[in-house]
């Protein structure tokens, strides 16, 4: 099978490692890919994931049979829709299920509507009602614009004054462009974060292996939020009755309720989770894949990855064989000097080699080719370096023992990935 995937970050990597090992990719393009990929792929360059028609016209010339879809936009912008109308199959949720990451208004609404544990919220299109309205609840209070923000639109804000504020940056100075001209706001959830994905093809729902991201730049979940600085697998949180629970009361419903609203949900649904005194509440869905989280749930799943995103959109996942390592893995982010806020570019990278030659694996976030086989740093998050080992204690030596091994210029990660893996770990040790 011919295969083109869409996107170009860590997570696109990680899709593409796990794609090229199913025995049925025979070649697999990128739109526009990265050039770590390039080992595997085949990178377009020139076409924007946003242009339908410009991906149509490359997959009919090139003889495409499958399409996986990597990031929100084109799954908000209708890719799957349009490919699926002009017959070709693809991986991703269609629009209207998109909008279950595309507007946290439809997405609380849905939720309310179908009894799906979240938090308490209330929607405004008005900054004076959702001023009014903020005076009169309790402290911190989370203040999210409507659309997508790239994950920088929500405000938990811890005073009276920051939530006023939040409100008038999001809907009057517009800082998140149209994405605030609604707002939700919600009750803060107090509890520890935990990633569930799941592969569903609109009637059966699969949970991948639980996993937690860590969004803030600097060790002890302290600094600015980023788009992730590091992840594990699987999440220690996420105990077995947890992801039971998680099934059968958030994921399975949610499926129900897209397909009555007449907006069957086919690809990876994500379902970000508040775990608050032993309840899972659902803090965000997102249509895709999480990033970082892909990095390690995709190495520890055992079955054809290929074969699972098939049986996803032909609505056969029921019969479909899903088999998980029982090791743990490990993501460290190394970032540019500076990231989220400004940064260089360009820096030689050095040391990547040495990193896979102690085992792990070098998934590219943003980098460029510079000469031959070396790369430069050509965005924030730069590289993502996965361990995977039969213990997260192994895991994490591994993973910091390999991003050790590489450098560039003003080169930052995270020195506490999966800290709280690790003291749950000492907590189960002292009982
Ligand atoms: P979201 O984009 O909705 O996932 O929000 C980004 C981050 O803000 C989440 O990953 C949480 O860490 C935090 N957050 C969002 N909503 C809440 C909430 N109601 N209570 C506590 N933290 C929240
Ligand atoms: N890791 C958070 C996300 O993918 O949205």
């Known amino acids: 099978m011919k295969i083109l995937l869409i996107g170009s970050g860590g997570r696109e990597h990680t899709l593409a490692w796990k794609i090229a090992q199913s025995p049925r990719a025979d070649k697999i393009f990128a739109i526009p890919g990265n050039p770590g990929m390039k080992d595997f792929c085949e990178c377009v360059d020139g076409i924007s994931i946003l242009d339908n028609d410009a991906i149509l016209k490359f997959v009919q010339e090139n003889q495409i049979d499958f399409v996986v879809i990597g990031p929100e936009a084109p799954l908000v912008n209708g890719l799957v829709d349009f490919l699926d109308a002009h017959g070709i199959r693809s991986f991703g949720a269609s629009r209207l299920a998109a909008e279950i990451e595309g507007s946290k208004s439809f997405a609380k609404n849905l939720m309310k509507k179908y009894s799906i544990p979240t938090a308490q919220y209330e929607i405004f299109d008005n900054a004076d009602r959702a001023k009014e309205y903020i005076r009169n609840q309790k402290l911190p209070i989370v203040v999210k614009a409507d659309g997508l923000a790239a994950g920088k639109g929500v405000i938990i804000a811890e005073t009276l004054d920051d939530a006023l504020n939040a409100v008038d940056e999001i809907m009057t100075q517009k800082s998140f462009g149209e994405a605030g001209s609604k707002i939700v706001v919600e009750e803060f959830m107090d509890g520890e974060e935990a990633s569930l994905l799941a592969f569903t093809d609109g009637k059966t729902i699969v949970p991948m292996i639980s996993s937690q991201d860590h969004k803030r730049a600097l060790d002890g979940d302290l600094g600015l939020n980023t788009g992730g600085m590091g992840s594990y697998a699987p999440a220690p949180v996420m105990t077995p009755e947890l992801i039971d629970q998680a099934t059968k009361k958030i994921l399975e419903p949610t499926i129900r309720a897209m397909a009555?609203?007449?907006?069957?949900?086919?690809?990876?649904?994500?379902?970000?989770?508040?775990?608050?005194?032993?309840?899972?509440?659902?803090?965000?869905?997102?249509?895709?894949?999480?990033?970082?989280?892909?990095?390690v749930v995709l190495p520890l799943l055992e079955s054809d990855l290929l074969e699972i995103m098939i049986s996803c959109a032909e609505g056969k996942l029921d019969s479909q064989k899903i088999e998980w390592s029982s090791d743990s893995a490990v993501c460290i982010v190394l970032t540019a000097g500076g990231y989220p806020k400004s940064y260089q570019k360009g820096d030689a990278i050095d040391g990547i080699e040495r990193a896979k030659s102690l085992g792990t694996?070098?998934?590219?976030?943003?980098?460029?080719?510079?000469?031959?086989?070396?790369?430069?740093?050509?965005?924030?998050?730069?590289?993502?370096?996965?361990?995977?080992?039969?213990?997260?204690?192994?895991?994490?030596?591994?993973?910091y023992k390999a991003a050790g091994a590489i450098s560039f210029e003003d080169m930052h990660y995270r020195k506490d990935i999966a800290h709280r893996a690790l003291e749950r770990l000492e907590k189960l040790k002292n009982v």
């Open 361 to 399: 694996l070098v998934f590219h976030a943003g980098t460029k080719e510079i000469e031959g086989k070396k790369f430069a740093t050509n965005g924030g998050r730069v590289l993502d370096v996965v361990a995977k080992s039969d213990s997260i204690e192994k895991a994490i030596d591994l993973a």
């Open 260 to 295: 009555q609203e007449g907006r069957e949900y086919r690809g990876c649904l994500y379902a970000g989770l508040m775990i608050v005194d032993g309840v899972a509440k659902v803090v965000e869905f997102n249509c895709r894949f999480g990033d970082p989280e892909t990095q």
